[in-house]
C-alpha cells in the first residue's frame, strides 16, 4: 500500500507542476476525470500501461512514477553501496592480515617458550628431579 500511496502523490505532484488540470490530463489520456482523481485519490491504481501514458503525457520517466526515482538513480545508489562495501571488505582483509600475522608471532613465541621450558626440564632431570612438562 505503501507503493501506491508514493505514486499517487507523484502522479498528482507532477500533474500540478506541469499546470495539468485533473480534467485536463484526463483529455489526454482518453479518461475520465472520476478516474483521474480515483488514481491521485487511491481509489484505484492505475494498469502500467496507463502508468506510462500518464509518464509520457506529463514527460517524466516511468521509472520515476514507479518508483521515485529513475533507473540510473537506483543505479547510481547500487554503485555507491558496492564501492561502500568493497572498502569494508579490503579494510576486513587487513584486519584478517594483521591477526594471522599476530598469531604467527605467538606461535613463534610459544615454541620459542617450550624449548625454554624443554631445556628446563632436562636440567631438572639432570639434578635428580622427576618434573615432566607436556610440550604440546
Not at 14 to 26: D, E, I, M, S
Not at 48 to 56: C, F, G, Q, S
Request: proline share 1%.
Amino acid at each position: 500500500m505503501t507503493a501506491l500511496l508514493s505514486i499517487q502523490k507523484r502522479l498528482k505532484k507532477v500533474r500540478l507542476l506541469r499546470g495539468y488540470t485533473q480534467k485536463k490530463l484526463a483529455t489526454i489520456l482518453d479518461k475520465s476525470t472520476s478516474v483521474i482523481r480515483d488514481y491521485e485519490n487511491g481509489q484505484t491504481s492505475p494498469q502500467l500501461e496507463v502508468v506510462a501514458k500518464i509518464a509520457d503525457a506529463l514527460s517524466v520517466n516511468i521509472e520515476w512514477v514507479l518508483l521515485g526515482q529513475t533507473v540510473q538513480s537506483v543505479r547510481k545508489d547500487v554503485k555507491d553501496k558496492l564501492v561502500v562495501l568493497k572498502e569494508q571488505s579490503i579494510k576486513v582483509d587487513k584486519e584478517i592480515t594483521e591477526i594471522e600475522e599476530q598469531q604467527n608471532e605467538l606461535r613463534t613465541k610459544k615454541k620459542k617458550l617450550n624449548k625454554k621450558l624443554k631445556l628446563i626440564d632436562e636440567e631438572i632431570k639432570i639434578l635428580g628431579g622427576w618434573y615432566v612438562y607436556n610440550y604440546s
